[in-house]
């Protein structure tokens, strides 16, 4: 069975002075906890559920929508237009046409997300207003992650849920992109282009750290909220995606973070 271990394998080599190594070099320990945390070790085993999957799908429309509307207000800054690729890589209307498939048309008003999606959304609209060269780190970690693990995660996802068509996996599908790892070359190559001082670079190092972080509180409070609600549900007699299929508007920041990423990023091979 295919891992998000084996995904990484093309990626082997030392560490040098290009941006992508030393940001893989970075997050490397980050990236193996964000692999390892329950949530992502269920998603590997094939023990995705729907509601699992729904909940997931509602933060990555937050956190995607934050981040591609500040790429594309950025997108002529030095450091962004380098590795601006909206035609090839913006998964938000992906995002959307799932989440009509699986909430239906009045989507928008059924979304949940824990108090860590608001925590990663805030931190890339301060970015994207206040240092948006910082945004590279987060588009590198999410899209190479995407292209890389996302795909075995895609598979998974297909087989756990039942599904007997694409529909409800956009998120997946690039196809913009005829070949993944060419366009990794490609973006890499881009990315690494970027001129930054020695300052600004210790900056996107460190906020690589930070997008893992922030992906992997993300997968914890999912895991939380999900936990929460189903013994609610248990004690209730309600099934678990009953409960989540009708939510009223809500943006869920319940006080002790009930407790994603990077599907989507920090977890994924880059």
């Not at 933060?59 to 380098?82: F, G, T």
């Not at 048309?105 to 979304?111: I, Y």
């Not at 970015?127 to 590279?136: D, F, N, S, Y």
């Not at 972080?213 to 914890?220: A, G, P």
């Amino acid at each position: 069975m295919e891992t998000l271990k084996s995904a990484r394998k093309e990626d082997s080599g030392e560490t040098g002075s290009d941006l992508s190594e030393q940001i893989k070099a970075a997050t490397k320990e980050n990236h193996v906890r964000a692999e390892n945390t329950q949530l992502m070790l269920s998603y590997q085993k094939g023990q995705i559920t729907l509601p699992q999957y729904k909940v997931l799908l509602c933060s990555l429309y937050e956190i995607y929508k934050a981040l591609e509307e500040e790429l594309d207000r950025n997108s002529s800054h030095p450091a962004v237009a380098p590795i601006y690729f909206p035609q090839e890589l913006a998964r938000l209307e992906s995002i959307e046409r799932d989440l009509e498939y699986f909430f239906g048309p009045n989507w928008r008003n059924q979304v949940i997300v824990p108090a860590a999606t608001h925590r990663y959304e805030q931190r890339l609209r301060k970015i994207g207003k206040e240092k948006p060269e910082l945004l590279v780190s987060h588009a590198y970690t999410r899209y190479l992650g995407d292209l890389s693990g996302g795909q075995v995660l895609g598979k998974i996802t297909q087989k756990s849920l039942g599904l007997s068509s694409k529909e409800g996996l956009s998120f997946f599908s690039f196809p913009g992109v005829s070949s993944p790892n060419r366009f990794k070359q490609l973006y890499r190559s881009r990315m690494n282009s970027v001129e930054l001082t020695e300052e600004a670079r210790a900056a996107v190092l460190e906020e690589a750290v930070a997008a893992f972080e922030l992906n992997i509180q993300v997968f914890d409070d999912l895991q939380k909220m999900l936990s929460i609600t189903s013994e609610t549900d248990q004690s209730n007699g309600h099934s678990a995606d009953t409960r989540f299929s009708g939510y009223p508007i809500l943006q869920f920041t319940v006080g002790l973070c009930v407790a994603l990423a990077t599907v989507g990023a920090g977890m994924y091979a880059m």
